[in-house]
């Protein structure tokens, strides 16, 4: 099922999955949901951490939508006071799908106060800056922010750290400024990586999980030996396992 999110905007879309009906559970039917944001290092929308993690979260039971978001040239970062990720593309299409997921909560069965963000490689990147930079908080308002956030290999935008090192001040995950209002400190992290990442290193998330430690925010992070970047289960899926065992009661 694909959900347009703009009028005009053919590829920018929310793609649906739903969990079994035997499976649904929560208040009055509604069933937690996930907003998934796949890597593709803001070229492409990639399609390996698209379906088969949005087929994983419904056999748990969650309702998951893939978002395809800007990429390419529709993509640029603007680090200028009053710009940041308020005017980020791929930010702004996030802030959207939430909106629309929202208000649609009744129509797609699912639970408005209980939809987690899940991001990974350059849609973690996505994920973390949406949820915690301060200069994407004049586009995201508090009811607009995720349950909790999960973050898979995440790319940290830092100059040694798996791309965007030339955007400037204010893009890298683990040293951008945070939210003003502090609302990020009530959501809690989910961070895997595999210490042997070729594509985004491992220290993204050691950096990030560092960052999370000095502010507060509740985190676990999941590390592994192995891993293989952009195929998140090809070296098996204990890192899911572990998010669900996670997920599931912080949704509760």
Request: with cysteine.
């Amino acid at each position: 099922m694909k959900i347009k999110l703009f009028e005009k905007r053919e590829g920018v879309f929310l793609e649906a999955y739903f969990p079994a009906a035997a499976e649904a559970a929560g208040a009055g039917g509604r069933v937690p949901a996930v907003v998934i944001c796949p890597g593709g290092g803001y070229h492409v929308v990639g399609t390996t951490e698209g379906a088969p993690v949005a087929e994983r979260f419904t056999a748990a039971g969650l309702a998951a939508f893939v978002l395809h978001y800007s990429i390419g040239s529709f993509v640029a970062y603007d680090p200028a006071p009053g710009k940041g990720f308020a005017a980020f593309r791929p930010v702004l299409d996030l802030a959207q799908a939430m909106r629309v997921l929202r208000e649609g909560a009744d129509e797609y069965g699912i639970d408005a106060e209980r939809i987690a963000l899940a991001g990974f490689s350059a849609g973690g990147h996505l994920a973390a800056a949406y949820t915690l930079a301060a200069s994407a908080e004049p586009a995201v308002p508090g009811e607009l922010l995720p349950k909790a956030l999960l973050l898979k290999y995440a790319m940290g935008g830092g100059p040694d750290s798996g791309g965007g090192g030339g955007f400037g001040e204010g893009y890298e995950i683990a040293a951008m400024p945070y939210r003003a209002d502090g609302a990020e400190r009530r959501i809690p992290v989910f961070l895997a990586h595999a210490e042997d990442d070729r594509m985004v290193p491992f220290v993204c998330s050691e950096r990030l999980d560092a960052r999370l430690a000095k502010e507060g925010i509740p985190h676990v992070f999941h590390r592994e030996a192995h891993g293989i970047h952009a195929q998140p289960f090809a070296a098996g899926d204990a890192w899911f396992a572990a998010l669900l065992d996670w997920l599931m009661p912080t949704l509760q």
